[in-house]
Nanobody
Framework: QVQLVESGGGLVQPGGSLRLSCAASGSIFNVYAMRWYRQAPGKQRDMVAAITLDGSLTYGESVKGRFTISRDNTKNTVFLQMFGLKPEDTAVYYC??????????????WGQGTQVSVSS
């Protein structure tokens, strides 16, 4: 059994910063790509940022230059540092990870989500 647990969400004023964390635990043999998605009310879930096992990065257009994704492979944890937050960043943020089991078979896992609200 694998779990992804997110933390770090909250309410922040426009222009503020937040740092999200997502820790994977359980029967983990390899953690491949790790991603952050977000979903605002009434909208589809969109990818925000992704980081591969070797450190390659991908960002959504709306967050480039403001958000930074990183990971600590020793702790199976991914981070999302968010600067210059805007009201349109308000959403539930979900962690996603592709994790291999003892047979080398990868599975997709999701966290429960953490709310980020940007408002004055």
């Amino acid at each position: 059994q694998v779990q992804l647990v997110e933390s770090g969400g909250g309410l922040v004023q426009p222009g503020g910063s937040l740092r999200l964390s997502c820790a994977a635990s359980g029967s983990i043999f390899n953690v491949y790509a790790m991603r952050w998605y977000r979903q605002a009310p009434g909208k589809q879930r969109d990818m925000v940022a992704a980081i591969t096992l070797d450190g390659s990065l991908t960002y959504g257009e709306s967050v480039k230059g403001r958000f930074t994704i990183s990971r600590d492979n020793t702790k199976n944890t991914v981070f999302l540092q968010m600067f210059g937050l805007k009201p349109e960043d308000t959403a539930v943020y979900y962690c996603n990870a592709r994790i291999g089991n003892e047979y080398g078979v990868p599975y997709e896992y999701w966290g429960q989500g953490t709310q980020v609200s940007v408002s004055s």
